[in-house]
């Protein structure tokens, strides 16, 4: 009769595990390789600590998690962001392309297809 209460509380018999979860503990997923931590630091102070296996060859530039910016080891000499190019509108990458008597032409010969004189 107990079984029948817990099956009509709809409860399940497993709980506070997942379905496919093995044991835990470190002997059944094996050893973590060994590791080392590296400190970056940004332009606007933010401090990360990023932990790297020891063979492994840690960058010289990490971008910040907080605000983007390059972020270097050397907390006295921070990585300057490069300048990044403003928004272009279409027309701005048109104007790249073509010049002002170039985009009349165009519109010339646009309008006058249009118009059927050609």
């Known amino acids: 009769m107990a079984k029948e209460s817990i099956v009509a509380q709809g409860r399940s018999g497993i709980r506070g595990a997942r379905v ?3 044991p835990l ?4 997923r094996g050893d973590l390789a060994p ?7 940004c332009g606007n102070g933010h401090h990360t600590q990023l932990s790297f ?4 060859v840690a960058p010289e530039t990490w971008d910040c998690p ?3 910016l390059p972020a270097g080891s050397d907390p006295d000499h921070v990585p300057v962001a490069e300048g990044n ?3 272009k509108t279409h027309m ?3 104007r790249q392309r073509r010049s002002q008597e170039d985009g009349e032409i165009l519109l010339n010969e646009a309008l006058a297809k249009l118009r ?3």
Request: hydrophobic share 30%; with cysteine.
């Open 35 to 41: 590791r080392t931590t590296v400190s970056f630091w």
């Open 25 to 28: 503990g470190e002997p059944e």
């Open 92 to 94: 701005g990458y048109v």
């Open 20 to 22: 496919g979860s093995g």
């Open 53 to 56: 296996a020891i063979e492994a």
């Open 66 to 68: 907080r605000c983007g």
């Open 85 to 87: 190019a403003p928004y």
């Open 116 to 118: 059927g004189t050609i």
